[in-house]
């Protein structure tokens, strides 16, 4: 599902892309005075209607799949560790052997040596 929506936004961006830069500039209306073309793919007041509602629409797409993934990606429990119990934690007591200290598992101290005295 993830997949789905991340394939539709990367689709809808570039078909926003191209819808702005199909739109004419503000500037475009002074080239026609002085002889541009006067047929154009949309007629002579298309591209405004048309190419304005398609881009609202593509950007309300936009918008929607970006709050989508956002969404997704805060609510996201994809860790190996979901479910999961922690383990438990076996405890030994150490037996006191008399005289003995008890260790920790480390070898036992050398025993000072005493030096003779002459």
């Keep these: 599902m993830h997949t789905a929506i991340v394939s539709f936004h990367v689709i809808i961006c570039i078909a926003m892309i191209l819808v702005v830069l199909l739109q004419t500039g503000k500037g475009a209306d002074m080239g026609a005075a002085f002889g541009g073309s006067s047929q154009t793919v949309f007629?002579?007041?298309?591209?405004?209607?048309?190419?304005?509602?398609?881009?609202?629409f593509v950007a309300i797409f936009f918008m929607l799949t970006?709050?989508?993934?956002?969404?997704?990606?805060?609510?996201?429990?994809?860790?190996?560790?979901?479910?999961?119990?922690?383990?438990?934690?076996?405890?030994?007591?150490?037996?006191?052997?008399?005289?003995?200290?008890?260790?920790?598992?480390?070898?036992p101290a050398p025993e000072p040596v005493k030096e003779k005295a002459d």
Excluded: C, H
Aim: charged share 15%; proline share 7%.
């Design 43 to 56: 007629g002579s007041s298309g591209p405004g209607t048309f190419l304005g509602k398609m881009t609202t």
């Design 66 to 107: 970006s709050l989508w993934l956002a969404y997704s990606s805060i609510n996201k429990s994809s860790s190996i560790m979901d479910g999961s119990s922690a383990p438990g934690v076996e405890r030994t007591i150490p037996i006191d052997q008399g005289d003995n200290p008890v260790s920790d598992g480390a070898a």
